[in-house]
């Protein structure tokens, strides 16, 4: 559905500073906290397009500021494998209806925050072949859904990234998958007023989001972004059953 109002532009300006604060506090979790009330307010097509975009411009910030710590060689198998299955999501998403698609992504948004949240381990992605599964299940769900990010993040863990080796790699990540998928889709259509305030409330975000990692301590801040994500792909997920 379209967006109309300054109220609406104003709710949409709120729900993009929450998750520009948390991707930029954290390295990766827009699409996470953003991507479930997008795709309730724009419906599920729209909602995902921009979230493809805003998380790909807020990782390009973050990125600015860390790309000499990014380890090229490790990110190539993600980024491949993402780039092959990107269509796929894209072709799998074109073709289900709103509450069939909105059902989809709520599931899998509460799936795989809650697999993040119990610190799962998985052998399988481990070494290069785990590479190549994370970002083959990262691009297509980033694609069909917005939400590549967990994935990546199982991938970290199993691996053994520290904190300080996940943040920066996840931005050209997050960057280089959210180019892919608007490149496969297109972008969102949104009125003028509704573009400025998301290009605010990225702007303030980063600002926001940067000010927070200096404050505020990891444990904590992840439990709850992990939380409110959670509620917003449970939400959604019920949303979209009601509507089957």
Known sequence: MAIQGGDADLLLGVVVLAGASVQR??????????????????????????????????????LATSWRQVRPAAMLPLIAAAACSVPLGAWVADRLPAPQLLAAMGALVSVAVLLVMRGTRVAALR????????GAASGFMNASAGVGGPAISL????????????????????LLVNLLSIAVK????????????????????????????????ETPARRFVLLLALAGGVTTLLKGLSGL
Request: charged share 5%; glycine share 16%.
């Open 186 to 217: 297109g972008g969102p259509r949104l009125a003028g007023p509704a573009w400025l305030a998301v290009l605010a409330a990225l702007v303030a975000g980063a600002v926001i989001g940067r000010a927070l990692a200096e404050r505020v301590p």
């Open 127 to 134: 070494g290069p072949g785990g590479a190549l599964a994370a």
């Open 25 to 62: 506090m954290a390295g990766i979790g827009f699409a996470l906290v953003a991507a479930p009330a997008l795709a309730l307010m724009l419906g599920p097509a729209q909602g995902v397009l921009l979230a493809n975009c805003a998380a790909g411009a807020i990782s390009a910030i973050g």
């Open 155 to 174: 991938y970290a863990l199993n691996a053994g990234w520290t904190v300080r080796e996940f943040v920066p790699n996840a931005q050209l990540y997050g």
